[in-house]
């Protein structure tokens, strides 16, 4: 991998000094953008995502609006298990809903593997990289393998996890085989979509906050490890979970260039968790509803806090992100004054 752009984020997931703070955010192209409920209005999300074109406009809608740095590619956690044929649905108001669970080795003998490329998807990366300009960078995601195995297991969103962790603990061999099914499929995903033109990946592992550090470690940790080292050498790596403070050091051993740290820890503490020299975060979603001040008074301090980390020699770059997703509700106008705030200050 070498820095051939001049676009800031990928300067910066190098380790190098951008030209300006650069800035993205997860979810910044969904609900909070009226532009986005217009264009998917009587269309189902998981439909919106196999329909190139307008995939390639909602991806490119919060470039246009607010001034981010990079493009995240319009997609949902489920997608590759949609393109390989299982049944699964988003609902609103609740989340991806599998037509069956599994949880048997017999289940996951039935399980299919992508194993081709995703055309729909290719095409409306090369209608997204042919609107960006070479500041701007393109950034693929992947569920964890974690994550996609519990909303199999439970068959949907689940607030405990259950039968998740009972499957983990009560039948290992069974929980390694359906991890070792997923990763194929999520690894041809990634490849898809790195073939196409993709510049920088993230991993997004939504519930591995759930677990324990040895858990982690046990059951998951190798699986997502290898769905990075497929892509080595090649984009720069994000892995990001949520509420996994604690798992920090374990989730950078998985090999990314970029550690993705949510708003409940300090970036200088988080700094000094991880393998990585590159840390990516983490303003809560939440200021962007309290104004302005409050959003420059937590600019100036998480600047603080990587300059600190910086100065320690822990890190080399930081990528700006809010600690997790942009919320529903959240005022456009406040997502791109944001944007400008950390552009100023960051």
Avoid at 106 to 135: C, F, H, M, Y
Avoid at 200 to 210: C, E, H, K, N, R
Avoid at 214 to 232: G, K, M, T
Wanted: aromatic letters at 6%; proline letters at 7%; hydrophobic letters at 40%.
């Amino acid at each position: 991998m070498s820095p051939l752009s001049d676009a800031p984020l990928l300067t910066a997931a190098h380790g190098n000094s951008p030209s300006r703070p650069p800035v993205w955010f997860m979810r910044q192209a969904g609900r909070s953008l009226p532009e986005y409920r217009q264009v998917r209005e009587g269309i189902s999300m998981l439909d919106s995502c196999f329909m190139p074109e307008l995939l390639a406009e909602i991806t490119l809608q919060p470039v246009r609006r607010h001034d981010v740095d990079g493009a995240i590619l319009f997609s949902d956690i489920v997608v590759p298990l949609k393109a390989a044929g299982v049944g699964v649905d988003i609902v609103p108001g609740r989340g991806p809903v599998m037509d069956a669970p599994v949880r048997s080795k017999e289940d996951i003998g039935k399980l299919p593997i992508l194993d081709t490329d995703v055309p729909e998807v290719q095409e409306g990366i090369g209608l997204i990289r042919n609107e960006l300009s070479d500041a701007q960078t393109l950034i693929g995601f992947v569920g964890a393998p974690f994550t996609l195995a519990s909303y199999l297991v439970e068959g949907g969103p689940s607030k405990n996890h259950e039968r998740t962790k009972a499957l983990m603990h009560a039948e290992p061999e069974t929980w390694h085989a359906l991890m070792r099914r997923l990763v194929p499929t999520i690894t041809q995903f990634l490849r898809t979509q790195v073939d196409a033109g993709i510049e920088a990946m993230q991993l997004f592992d939504s519930w591995a906050g759930y677990l324990n550090e040895r858990d982690y470690r046990e059951f998951v940790l190798p699986y997502s490890q290898e769905i990075l080292a497929s892509v080595e050498g090649e984009i720069p790596r994000i892995h990001f979970g949520v509420g996994t403070g604690e798992l920090l050091r374990a989730m950078s051993e998985a090999g990314p260039e970029v550690m993705g740290v949510d708003y409940r820890v300090r970036m200088d503490d988080a700094a000094k968790r991880v393998d990585a020299r590159v840390l990516q975060g983490n303003l809560d979603p939440a200021l962007l509803f309290a104004g302005e001040d409050a959003v420059r008074s937590a600019v100036r301090r998480i600047r603080e806090e990587v300059a600190a980390a910086k100065d320690a020699g822990d890190i080399d770059s930081h990528i700006w992100n809010l600690g997790h997703g942009v919320l529903p509700t959240t005022d456009a106008d406040a997502i791109t004054r944001a944007v400008a705030i950390i552009h100023e200050e960051g």
